[in-house]
């Protein structure tokens, strides 16, 4: 099915494990973003990419690490997951359009990441 | 430093009256604003965009308007219905970054 999906839709991990969310859009869009959504933080954004092989930072980077080697995906990982890690990751993918701005953002269905 | 405001707490409105969200910001030059919806356990939907020239936009029963000297953006539903219940995020796009930054959301309950 064409849209942006993420994977997998529930995790629990332990302290100090490594995990990795998936993300994948079939657009074929130029930017993609990752945000956690916390109570009372709202979204904030973790790491965003203009196009495959192009990352940077975002607003709460510390603890992610992302990589783009194709356009239609944009893996998130936590290298060594924390308590304070556990929160809801919501991807979401945009294109740009006219004057040089992205008109809207795409977001996938999210990820429930409890750290134990 | 740069923030957005929403009022946190939840807005309750009657069925068919006119529910109105408030999106304030300081610090920041915002070339675009938008709105989206979200639902719980779901992702944002987006909603509405208006640049920082325009001062309202309009789609079927939703109103935004762009005040760039207030620093404020409002949001409309007109005959609201039990429906429209859910989290409207503002976000904001400043000039050239292509990043956004969101409010933490206002809750809006339609009573029928």
């Known amino acids: 099915d064409a849209g942006i999906t993420q994977s997998p839709r529930y995790k629990i991990t332990e302290t100090g494990r490594q995990v990795t969310l998936m993300c994948h859009q079939t657009w074929s869009h130029s930017y993609m973003f990752w945000y956690r959504q916390d109570l009372g933080h709202g979204l904030r954004l973790i790491y965003y990419s203009a196009a495959a092989d192009i990352t940077d930072k975002g607003e709460v980077p510390d603890g992610y690490v992302v990589s783009r080697s194709k356009t239609e995906n944009f893996p998130l990982t936590l290298e060594s997951a924390t308590r304070s890690q556990t929160s809801v990751y919501f991807c979401?993918?945009?294109?740009?359009?006219?004057?040089?701005?992205?008109?809207?953002?795409?977001f996938g269905p999210g990820t429930r990441l409890l750290v134990l | 430093s740069q923030k957005i405001e929403q009022n946190s707490e939840a807005l309750n409105i009657q069925e068919g009256k006119t529910a109105t969200l408030t999106c304030n910001y300081t610090n920041y030059s915002p070339a675009y604003l938008q709105w989206y919806r979200q639902d719980p356990g779901r992702g944002p939907v987006f909603l509405l965009l208006?640049?920082?020239?325009?001062k309202e936009k309009r789609k079927e029963r939703l109103k935004v308007t762009f005040d760039t000297t207030l620093k404020q953006s409002l949001f409309h539903i007109t005959a609201s219905q039990p429906a429209d219940s859910a989290t409207y995020l503002c976000a904001l796009e400043t000039s050239g970054t292509y990043k956004y930054i969101f409010g933490t959301g206002t809750r809006l309950k339609v009573l029928a």
């Open positions: 208006i640049r920082e020239n325009e």
């Open positions: 979401a993918s945009s294109d740009i359009i006219g004057g040089g701005a992205s008109e809207t953002q795409y």
